[in-house]
């Protein structure tokens, strides 16, 4: 790898990936993230196949699924003879004759996701004396991981308490400016390890009327039971913010859609318990889109919903 010295998890992948295409060819070089149902693409090193970091294929479709699973080997200079290889869906959609591929893993020892190769040609037997540099390397990158995705917990954590000194003085959330920080800073998280992601926004319905009809000091009551609301449902690695007037946003960490879905009931049913009427939008994140386009999707469907309440109260 020359004189290059990386320094963190994305450097060290793009330095491997570069060194294994140079010592063993191979069409494509990928390193990626698997999470629930996905097969997420961290890193590339392409040569022909035109796959791009941030694409998503479904796990059990890929060869690296079956290799996890003990049903193929790491090395497959003729894919089509593993007989788990030849029936991956995968393999019918672009074309794989040869496969290397190692798992990355965790502190935890869980499944990251994978370091792995494959080639349009089949590879020489050879390929098999390749096998322990690959496992020294996707060993090496797992140290790196998880060393970093501990260093990126710590920082998420200084994050919030960071923005604990930039609250909403009603209700002691953190405020926009603090939500704006923590969603970049998510941002490019989610975007170098392929974490998940879901946004909620969240309106309420009826802090104009009762300001106008009780009062102001009503409306802060209001707001506060809200502001309760959300501090039961989030998790604590998560952000619920104030927004601003009726408007409040949670962004859930390393939570999938399902989670997030999950999460939101969660929320509705502590509203309803304070008796806080809100209309709510959810997005999770699309890697394609990233954090601040998503919450766009989310505030768009929360808006969908609010009109929906208001069609449905103006009728006769």
């Known amino acids: 790898m020359g004189s290059f010295l990386p320094h963190d998890f994305e450097g060290a992948g793009q330095a491997v990936l570069a060194f294994l295409h140079r ?4 069409g494509l070089w990928m390193i990626t993230r698997t999470q629930d149902n996905d097969w997420i693409v961290l890193q590339t090193e392409d040569h022909g196949y035109g796959v791009k970091p941030g694409a998503v294929f479904p ?17 497959a200079p003729d894919s089509r003879l593993v007989p788990a290889y030849a029936a991956a869906p995968i393999g019918r959609a672009i074309p794989i004759q040869s496969y290397v591929g190692a798992p990355l893993k965790r502190a935890d020892g869980s499944l990251f996701g994978t370091l792995c190769a494959v080639d349009p040609q089949v590879q020489p037997d050879s390929l098999h004396d390749a096998g322990e540099l690959v496992d020294l390397m996707a060993g090496l990158l797992s140290l790196i991981l998880s060393t970093e995705l501990r260093a990126a917990d710590a920082a998420r954590q200084a994050d919030r308490l960071a923005q604990e000194a930039q609250t909403d003085e009603l209700t002691g959330l953190p405020n926009r400016r603090a939500w704006n920080a923590f969603l970049m800073r998510e941002e ?10 879901a946004l909620l926004a969240i309106d309420l319905n009826e802090l104009k ?6 009062g102001h000091a ?12 959300l501090r039961e449902v989030v998790r604590e690695p998560d952000l619920a913010a104030r927004l601003g007037g009726d408007e409040f946003g949670i962004v859930a960490v390393n939570c999938n859609l399902a ?22 939008g959810l997005a999770a994140r699309d890697a394609a889109l990233g954090m601040e386009a998503s919450w766009q999707v989310a505030d768009a469907r929360m808006y969908e919903e609010k009109r929906a309440r208001v069609d449905i109260t103006s009728k006769p």
């Open 209 to 214: 009327r009762t300001n106008d009809s009780e």
């Open 23 to 26: 010592r063993l060819g191979m």
């Open 218 to 229: 009503a409306g802060d009551v209001l707001i506060v039971r809200a502001a309760e609301a």
């Open 188 to 197: 490019e998280r989610c975007r170098r390890y392929g974490d998940p992601a």
């Open 259 to 280: 989670g997030a879905e999950a999460l939101c009931a969660r929320l509705r049913q502590a509203f309803a318990d304070r008796g806080v009427k809100a209309s709510i």
């Open 59 to 75: 796990w059990a479709d890929s060869f690296c699924s079956a290799m996890v699973r003990g049903e193929g080997p790491r090395i």
